[in-house]
């Protein structure tokens, strides 16, 4: 779907926006469809940078919550940035399962707001390849007109549409997932982390001493594989998914060892 | 697949060639792609038209059998073309299960052919949307460098590896077809309408009086649906898709009855 939308909205003279640091495929969609990228750093609060109103972009994507930091910016300022682009603002919330809130109501007031989910995170279903966008007629007209002729496979189609129904599972599974969240967060803090409340379905934790590089080595040598990225901003942290009650504690186990081993 | 490799191939000075009547998907391809087309007409034979070999195109298309003409090239004869390009070849072997020869031994000597299949025919899956390529490593990869990041969904994948290791089945809906294919051109010859054998799952009938147009609007009326392309070297024909023994019998008697009123 994000392939579409930078094929409708962008080309050598428009280009994708988004604020940084955040997944890392939007780059590589800006470079297939030949356009130029315009990324705006966000600032110690995650907060929406107020640049990215100027970038003149074709296409603004804000993915929120966000990955890799699991921030979460307010309906609200979302919609006040969608008033003033001349563009179309996609809100990727494929982790908006995991969140307190959603930019649904957005759709009624924004003609230029289109938002893409999946089925890969809450529903567990990331085996189906099942996303899609909520928008403006004017929008899913634009994205109808230049996707392939076909659409998602019958099969495919019953399995997504019976899974969306079962909301009592998608509660369940999502609970669990929150509820570890919460455990984790506390865990992490507990042995020496910095780690900001996440709306996501992993957390991003800031370390010192260690560095976070050395724990990621270290916690591969036990074959425990957490995300580290080598990137501004991010040299610091790293990205832990939220795993079950018995994965988190053995990760936390791991890494009070390691801590400790530095001390 | 073929939208990816018009995407690696094609661009505003590098054309997308291809015989013509042929599938319309291929123009709108070039459109999307913002890519010129060299369209270049069959002759009365329908063989490979010389000038194909001159268009200077970044991929050239074949469709082998042809739709909606049902007709086949001899894989040599698309073999001595793809020596003499420069840009791909792809063959769209989409109507292959019917017909008596395909061009897969051309992968072994020509590496800038590449080969398009479908399990929505031969195999019934239409709803499956399941299609493959076959090719060179070269241009393999140059298609997986431009696709969307993720695969065929799991359950499609399963679906299709076990439909395509039921040859049995495979050949015994094929083999109906092909026997309803010659009863069906027998029928429509007998009726005066005149029909190039097809290698396809369906026949192309010519018809003077009454004209293509009239028949096809006739059997509207009836509530039997075939294809009427008013485009140049199709008015005077019609694309019948080969039914069931039953629906062929509908047709056939449909047609008689209006061609009778005519005379």
Chains 1, 2 share one sequence.
Do not use: W
Not at 11 to 38: F, G, H, K, N
Not at 126 to 153: C, E, P, Q, T
Not at 164 to 183: A, H, L, S, W
Not at 190 to 211: C, K, W, Y
Request: net charge positive.
């Amino acid at each position: 779907l994000l392939a579409i939308l930078t094929r409708c909205c962008c080309d050598v003279d428009m280009p994708l926006a988004y604020p940084t640091p955040t997944y890392s495929l939007y780059p590589v969609l800006a470079e297939i469809q030949c356009a130029p990228v315009a990324e705006v750093p966000f600032g110690n609060d995650y907060r929406l940078p107020k640049l990215l109103e100027k970038t003149g972009a074709g296409l603004t994507i804000v993915c929120n919550p966000n990955a890799p930091t699991g921030t979460f910016i307010a309906p609200e300022e979302i919609g006040e940035l969608a008033k003033k682009l001349q563009g179309v603002l996609a809100v990727d919330e494929a982790y908006v399962d995991f969140a307190a809130d959603h930019c649904l109501r957005l759709l009624k007031k924004h003609e230029n707001v289109v938002i893409l989910r999946t089925m890969s995170k809450g529903y567990s279903l990331a085996a189906l390849r099942f996303g899609y966008a909520l928008g403006s007629k004017r929008i899913i007209d634009m994205m109808i007109k230049v996707k392939d002729s076909y659409n998602v496979n019958a099969i495919t189609q019953v399995a997504a549409t019976t899974a969306i129904q079962d909301q009592e599972y998608f509660r369940e599974n999502v609970g669990k997932i929150v509820r570890e969240r919460g455990r984790l967060t506390a865990g992490l803090r507990d042995i020496g982390f910095e780690v900001r409340d996440s709306q996501a379905n992993f957390v991003l934790a800031r370390i010192g001493r260690p560095t976070a590089r050395e724990v990621y080595e270290k916690l591969i040598e036990k074959k425990i594989f957490v995300r580290y990225f080598d990137m501004a901003g991010l040299q610091d942290k790293l990205r832990i998914s939220v795993g079950t009650k018995e994965q988190n504690d053995i990760l936390l186990e791991a890494l009070r060892g390691i801590v400790r081993q530095e001390k």
